[in-house]
């Protein structure tokens, strides 16, 4: 089955730690994407990766970081810095630049 | 800065009715477009994309753009409590040099009553 992964579903942190959210696809797209939405809100973009080792800021890419070191990975990890990091986190692939996107089920971190 | 805009709704119709979901944007060179039906708790799911002008049909769900007057729009069919759900607008803006980003609008809640 093709897909896009992310873990854990649920993930809780204390103030003050880095935690690092997953993304896998096997959809064998170039392209990756990460989204955070809050309640009510749209979606805004973190990172997003075109090729594997490049990626590029998004919108609201201060407290976050990425790598892309394989085609199929584009972790996320949300820093010490990222000053209210609780949201609900998209991780997205498509099959080329500008192209139609298909969502991973999210990650929704709490930080208390 | 490039925007998207759709009512927020909510949007109530009732089962077996056709919902018609508006979004305008204001790049007016924008060059692709997409529907995604995102319900409580989850993540978007690609309905469909449109490139040209005109209609496109994909089952119960018809994309309309009109890019002289930019507005793209989704039309449900026989609607059905399924159905409720938030709808995202999405466009890829021109002037795309250095950078790929999507532009989403903050979606139309759909309410269909039984």
């Known amino acids: 089955d093709g897909g896009i992964t992310q873990s854990p579903k649920y993930l809780f942190r204390k103030e003050g730690q880095n935690v690092t959210l997953s993304c896998e696809q096997n959809?064998?797209?170039?392209?990756m994407y990460w989204y955070r939405q809050d309640p009510g809100q749209g979606l805004r973009l973190i990172y997003y990766?075109?090729?594997?080792?490049?990626?590029q800021k998004g919108d609201i890419a201060e407290g976050y970081s990425v790598s892309r070191e394989k085609k199929e990975s584009f972790p996320l990890t949300v820093t010490s810095a990222q000053k209210n990091p609780t949201a609900f986190y998209l991780c997205?692939?498509?099959?080329?630049?500008?192209?139609?996107?298909?969502f991973g089920p999210g990650t929704r971190l709490t930080v208390t | 800065q490039k925007e998207v805009e759709q009512n927020s709704g909510p949007l109530s119709v009732p089962e077996g009715a056709i919902a018609s979901l508006n979004c305008t944007y204001s790049d007016r060179g924008s060059q692709s477009f997409f529907w995604y039906r995102q319900y409580s708790g989850k993540s978007p799911e690609l309905i469909m994309f449109?490139?040209?002008?005109g209609d496109k049909e994909d089952g119960r769900f018809t994309a309309q753009l009109n890019k002289a007057s930019q507005y793209v729009s989704l039309l449900i069919r026989d609607s059905q409590p399924s159905d409720s759900a938030t709808y995202l607008c999405?466009?890829?803006?021109?002037?795309?040099?250095?950078?790929?980003?999507?532009?989403f609008g903050a979606g139309t809640r759909l309410f269909v009553k039984a």
């Open positions: 449109i490139y040209s002008n």
């Open positions: 990766s075109q090729i594997v080792n490049d990626f």
């Open positions: 999405a466009v890829n803006p021109s002037g795309q040099a250095g950078g790929f980003k999507t532009i």
């Open positions: 997205a692939s498509s099959p080329r630049p500008l192209g139609e996107q298909y």
């Open positions: 959809l064998n797209h170039d392209a």
